[in-house]
């Protein structure tokens, strides 16, 4: 345990009595700006004869790192405010908002509640679009004295992020020894894990998992003192870990924030290899936890050298550099990072866990909840992006191009067409083998083909011909061009992208080949031959001979289509190995060509500890999370189909009459509603109908890709809308929420009740006493969590289905037209309207066309339910339903689907 002079311990008590102590929440509402709120908590924090009480409850620390993280997000103040937090925060902390008259930034600040002082302190994030990315954390107010004001300075004036101050001195009137490291006392944050600094942390690591934001270089800066006599160097600097960090680029902004201190400051500032300055931070349990210890392990596990991440920066410093001058920390900070762009998708608070995984938030408690699928990735190489973007660039071309009257060139325009057939047989995939992927490349052999021939006429006609009409169009379509290129330029670009899909679809197939036959014990004649064609292919390609390099891959893909086999039984045994032994329960049902072929189930749906004891059967409903995407989109664009409507017509009018669309609004159509592209993540719009309703009736957010449940939340609304149901003729008597989830629930169970698939009593809620539980893995016979009421928010979430249920509506969309026609269908697919789209997903991927997929994850603490369905390209949809955390199954519960559908692909002799 720590010891304190007798002299320090009569300063306490002094300064106890002589301060009229303010709570935090009470210095932000006396506080303008910054430099008054970090002047406020400098001289009211607790101290020797005040109770500190650490936030010690793991549900309520979850949902703190995920207020926190989300505040990181903030873009606009109207997300600054308490009624936003989950119930379980509501009364014992809020959101307040600080406006500087002399900033174009807002402060969001997170505190205890009116009247409360435990010691938690306050956090402070800028919001606005751009900030530094540095985050500053004062873990020891007075202790290392002005650390309170050198904080508050340096995110004022360097514009850093956000800034964490901890409320309470390393020793109080709790002078209990840390449950995390015995030598120091509970309230010393930076040896103990349930406190602002360490949650602050955390959320920071989470922040950056997100890959969207694409910043590297960002670093958390805890600020700490030392006495004049304890080290040579007046500033320490280290990554919390005694290690040279001259060797290793991660340390870059580390060390330039060093050479800036020493050549703008009058003092000696140091890193480790400079000095023998024992003060490394390495017990430092953020430090740890920044440099990559497991959360569990922070308290006892040191990290090592290695794995130091440059992001953590332990800051000691002498008295005179927190006393004078300190605007020369600020400066420095301010030159060593840049500012970047902040704003990311806003999630509604949800508590996240300490564990190692990237998580959606988590919040069984608050109706304006989200979850998210994991693993948002990037990935523009595969088969699926790369077809894609050629077929943009076709839009391009065909929209550049014109002929002298205005109109699309005609025979642009046929290669597109070309082109378009390619791409559709490729998205819709084939019943049998792989021919279908010899037909789309016969397709694109055909476009470039009509564009070589456009190109040849181009060269030809600008070099000899005489003909005036053929002069007057080549002068208009030159005119139509961008930037001065050449339309044989355009062209040419074009039709590289044809030789480069075809190359990867080819390649994709010849490597799956080349596996297969491998792992039989040789590499057979036929596989010879392709990978012989798919030289040939890259040889002509580097030649520009760009048709023949087509052909020869063409060839190649045509006999390794006739040589791999899709083996139903083996892809059932390839979920069953991966999924056995490594969660408490699980479905799963397979369909092929619009008939079930197997289904199974093993463990339980309710354990011991959850009278009455059943089994899981592939008939057995659970609440099935984001897999109810697909549902609703299915739902949604049924009655457009029967109404004569598309995917691309506005939202606005079928919303209830008196809803009033803020700016931007109206602008937004159904596809950008089932792709995620309204701005409602951003600006934080959660799925209950009133909080839908603000979300409209708001000014328009960014519009890019961003992830949301409220997006499909608000289809139970316009399905009524749909259906001719004005819902603003029950807001009155507060009817319209209840009304809404009634019609939405009837419409399902009509629709997919009525349906030769037969699928019964379809619900967002199951009231039944058997209700199939959520689990942790392994349960250890602890009872589990039971899925609530879903109804008012359900569309994105909530519905509740069965392995058989999902597997029939996947087999029924694809091989029929009972829920719409094949028109919509094909929308549907093309836009990938409901499902993960590969340009956001970048694992969606499957061995010889495009899967059609949408994963779920729920958590509830320890609990947990996974879902996956799956229409993959030969006509084989796959449904899987877990009902705990999972163990090592090999990766997210999707990819697990993909790769036991890849590997089940077979040479036909083998």
Known sequence: MATYALSSILFLVFFAIIVDAKTPSECVDDSDNMDELSSCLRTNYLTFGDDYVPVSNALTKGYLVGAMRNMLCMTHKSQCATERLPQKLVGSYRLALLEPATSQQNICVLTEADGADNGFGAFAVRFGMQARPVHVQVPHPLDDIETTIQGGEIFDVAQTHSVAFHNARRITENTTASTCQPTYFISDASHNVDNIIHLATRAVLKHYQNDSLRITNWAMLQLHGISSGTCVPDVYLTPARNVDTSMDAKFNSLNSFADTLNNTSPWFVALPQDSTCSKNGEQNVQGRLANGVAPASVCTTAATDNDATGHFIHMEQKKPVREDNTQQVANA????????????????????????????????????????????????????????????????????????????????????????????????????????????????????????????????????????????????????????????????????????????????????????????????????????????????????????????????????????????????TNIMNAMNNQVVGYSFAITRNGNLYSSDATGPARTAADPTQKDLTPFTRMHIASVSKPITTILVLRLLDQLGESPDTLVSDYLPSLWTPGAGMGSLRFRDFLTHHTGFAQTGVGSTYSALRAGIEAPIGPTGWAYSNANFGLMRVLICGLLGFDLSAFEIIGMAAPLAAAIFVQHAKVVFGNADAGLQGLDCNDDSSDETIQYAFPHGGVSGFEEPDRRLVCGGIGWHASAIDLAKIMAYLRNSEEFMSNNMRQQMQNGFLGFMDPVDWGWVDAFGGVPYVHGGDWFNGPNEQHGCVVAFPNRVEVSLLINSARGSIGGYQCIVLQNAYDNAWVPING
């Open 333 to 572: 900070v301010l030159t060593t990072w840049s500012l970047q762009n902040t704003g990311c998708a806003f999630l509604p608070y949800a508590p996240i866990e300490d564990a190692g995984k990237i998580e959606p938030p988590r919040n069984p408690d608050n109706a304006d909840l989200v979850q998210r699928p994991e693993y948002e990735t990037k990935d523009q190489s595969t088969p699926v992006n790369k077809f894609r973007a050629l077929m943009m660039s076709f839009s391009t071309l065909s929209s550049t191009l014109q002929d002298a009257a205005g109109g699309p060139d005609p025979e642009v325009q046929s290669a597109y067409n070309l082109a378009k057939s390619a791409w559709d047989m490729y998205l819709d995939g084939s019943s049998g083998n792989l021919t279908y992927l010899v037909d789309t490349v016969a397709g694109l052999e055909e476009a470039l083909q009509e564009l070589i021939n456009i190109t040849d006429g181009i060269d030809q006609c600008v070099a000899t011909c005489r003909n005036r009409n053929t002069r007057q169009r080549i002068r208009a379509k030159r005119q139509a061009t961008v930037a001065a290129r050449s339309d044989a330029t355009l062209i040419r670009a074009v039709q590289t992208e044809i030789v480069e899909v075809v190359e990867t679809l080819t390649s994709a197939v010849a490597n799956k080949m080349l596996m297969s036959t491998a792992t039989s014990g040789g590499c057979s004649d036929t596989t010879q031959r392709v990978l012989a064609e798919v030289r040939l292919g890259r040889q002509s390609r580097g030649k520009g001979l760009l048709l023949v390099a087509v052909q020869q891959f063409g060839r190649g893909l045509g006999y390794a289509s006739n040589s791999l086999v899709f083996d139903p039984e083996l892809f059932r």
